[in-house]
């Protein structure tokens, strides 16, 4: 028995899933294929942290939640044993993100609770790079029911839909961005990025009447979509306003009258001590508008203004297309809050 549970256990030292999750994912699933039954004993909990090479506490989380689900429980003096093989679990998600960041954590938690527990859920991190990309997405194909994708690059989108085109359209959901080149029928949930920043630079037309000049921070090694430039642009042309591309703000200049747009947090951190460096005054000699609502912006100097797509909505509404096995293409609303900063 010790031999062949601890071969059910693999874990992945590249997944972003944490690793207690990722210890019951695999007994969940060793249960699904009927390798372990009803009263089949596990192993103990220092077994498993030396055969597996997990601490302590890992494991005895992962065999917290399992009683808590159910499906293991504990008897004093004898161990752990599977006490039922009734699991809830209809869907097993692979779910693959460009990178982790505050907003992402957002999207990633509101899709984890809306599936609550129907689901398994392996979580990947691939850096924007699209060999790891494409390494993740082959290695784990006809693996799961879900493949949920936010499709972002710094170099190589052009080869991305020749990657996601492997996979089941029937099981492929991407999120955040669309792509051309994408065959089939699939799900996804997106951003008009666009549109996006055009209307909330709309929205905030009064404010930014108050000052002379336009600067959108857009480093060149970017993954954020060109789109965002084009959505500027416009906005600026037709309002008459100055506008400038800023691809490095360590280099740039800070006068009054200029109102920034950050998209990268690292840049947002750079501006602002560069603004208070000058002893301008943030809000009426400099405006600041930062890309992505996050709970530190509402009380950062005062309120931060930012312009945002809805990520906890966005999470619930992939994963509601599991729920519903809908093919939709969905919008997610984006909505500008004006703060001090602005």
Do not use: W
């Not at 699904?32 to 601490?55: A, C, F, G, H, R």
């Not at 909505?313 to 900063?341: C, N, Y």
């Amino acid at each position: 028995m010790k031999t062949s549970i601890f071969d059910l256990i693999d874990i992945d030292v590249y997944s972003a899933s944490p690793k207690y999750m990722q210890l019951v994912n695999c007994i969940l699933n060793a249960i699904q294929l009927e390798k372990l039954k009803k009263d089949d004993p596990l192993p103990s909990i220092n077994e498993v942290t030396y055969e597996v090479d997990m601490s302590k506490a890992t494991v005895e989380k992962s065999y917290r939640y399992l009683r808590t689900m159910g499906i293991v429980e504990s008897v004093p003096g004898k161990g752990f044993f599977v006490c039922s093989t009734s699991i809830r679990q209809e869907y097993r998600v692979f779910l693959l993100f460009n990178k982790l960041s505050a907003h992402k954590k957002i999207i990633y938690d509101a899709f984890v609770e809306t599936l609550g527990d129907k689901a398994l859920i392996d979580f990947y991190i691939y850096n924007n790079d699209l060999r790891l990309f494409k390494k993740y997405i082959t290695d784990k194909l006809d693996q799961y029911t879900h493949y949920v994708i936010i499709p972002h690059f710094i170099d190589g989108e052009e080869f991305a839909p020749g990657i996601l085109n492997l996979i089941p359209k029937d099981k492929l959901i991407l999120l955040d961005k669309g792509l051309s080149g994408v065959r089939g029928d699939y799900a996804a949930v997106y951003e008009n990025f666009q549109q996006d920043i055009y209307g909330a630079l709309t929205a905030a037309l009064e404010r930014l009447q108050t000052y002379q000049r336009l600067k959108i921070i857009f480093p060149e090694d970017s993954y954020y979509p060109q789109e965002i430039l084009e959505g500027f642009y416009r906005f600026c042309q037709e309002h008459a306003f100055a506008a400038k591309l800023v691809s490095n703000i360590l280099d740039e200049p800070i006068e009054p009258g200029d109102v920034y747009i950050s998209l990268m947090e690292d840049d947002l951190v750079t501006l602002i001590e560069k603004v208070l460096e000058k002893q301008l005054a943030i809000g009426r000699e400099v405006g600041i508008i930062s890309y992505n609502e996050t709970p530190i912006k509402r009380v950062l100097l005062n309120g931060i203004t930012t312009i945002s797509t809805d990520f906890s909505l966005m999470g619930k509404m992939a994963a509601q297309l599991i729920l519903t096995d809908e093919k939709q293409h969905l919008e997610v609303p984006f909505r500008l809050v004006l703060r001090a900063s602005l």
